[in-house]
T-cell receptor, first 112, second 115 residues
Framework: SQQGEEDPQALSIQEGENATMNCSYK?????LQWYRQNSGRGLVHLIL?????REKHSGRLRVTLDTSKKSSSLLITASRAADTASYFC????????????FGGGTRVLVKP | ETGVTQSPTHLIKTRGQQVTLRCSSQ?????VSWYQQALGQGPQFIFQ???????GRGNFPPRFSGLQFPNYSSELNVNALELDDSALYLC??????????????FGPGTRLLVL
């Protein structure tokens, strides 16, 4: 079963627009991570936010975390065609060890 | 490039056969995790190896087994292949397991098709 659920499942935007996707999870966490996947290949780590953090930035990426609502959002600003990919959130379930539980992903299409 | 490599990139097998997938972890990483990703879904945790010992397992049957070698590379073995085993198999390496999650770095995956 998958802990995280991304919303929306798919997103289509024009180049230059912002893309926002959300993730909800069920159990306590130590941290939450976002990954990008191009064309069904390997996952690329984007950003990790710890449970005691509320917001984190990395370049054009902004991630928020609300542990009271068990939710996170990923904002991609000024999107580019190269941002076209699937985006996944992953949580560690709060337990020792590195088991990541992924959501079903948001498929983002950025049209030039 | 994460420095994590997997082989082969693609594989076609028939039902009932056995398959071995390989992963070389990033330099300095002693932990390897394996994930199965069915088409259109997120990856699902199979198991993790830390210093050659299994360190956690997901909801997969015993016909999914693994090994980690002294150089921290790893193998995933699947026996008695079923059609539903068709998926992208991803390995990820990290520095160490622990109470605080370390970032996992993923390889490009092996796409397995079972006919």
């Amino acid at each position: 079963s998958q802990q995280g659920e991304e919303d929306p499942q798919a997103l289509s935007i024009q180049e230059g627009e912002n893309a926002t996707m959300n993730c909800s999870y069920k159990t306590s966490i130590n941290n939450l991570q976002w990954y990008r996947q191009n064309s069904g290949r390997g996952l690329v780590h984007l950003i990790l936010i710890r449970s005691n953090e509320r917001e984190k930035h990395s370049g054009r990426l902004r991630v928020t975390l609300d542990t009271s609502k068990k939710s996170s959002s990923l904002l991609i600003t000024a999107s580019r065609a190269a941002d076209t990919a699937s985006y996944f959130c992953a949580t560690d379930g709060g337990a020792a060890g590195n088991k990541l539980t992924f959501g079903g992903g948001t498929r983002v299409l950025v049209k030039p | 490039e994460t420095g994590v490599t997997q082989s082969p990139t693609h594989l076609i097998k028939t039902r009932g056969q056995q398959v071995t997938l390989r992963c070389s972890s990033q330099s300095g990483h002693n932990t390897v995790s394996w994930y199965q990703q069915a088409l259109g879904q997120g990856p699902q945790f199979i198991f993790q190896y830390y210093r050659e010992e299994e360190n956690g397992r997901g909801n997969f049957p015993p016909r999914f087994s693994g090994l980690q070698f002294p150089n921290y590379s790893s193998e995933l073995n699947v026996n008695a292949l079923e059609l539903d085993d068709s998926a992208l198999y991803l390995c990820a390496s990290s520095l160490a397991p622990g109470g605080i999650q370390e970032t996992q770095y993923f390889g490009p995956g092996t796409r397995l098709l079972v006919l």
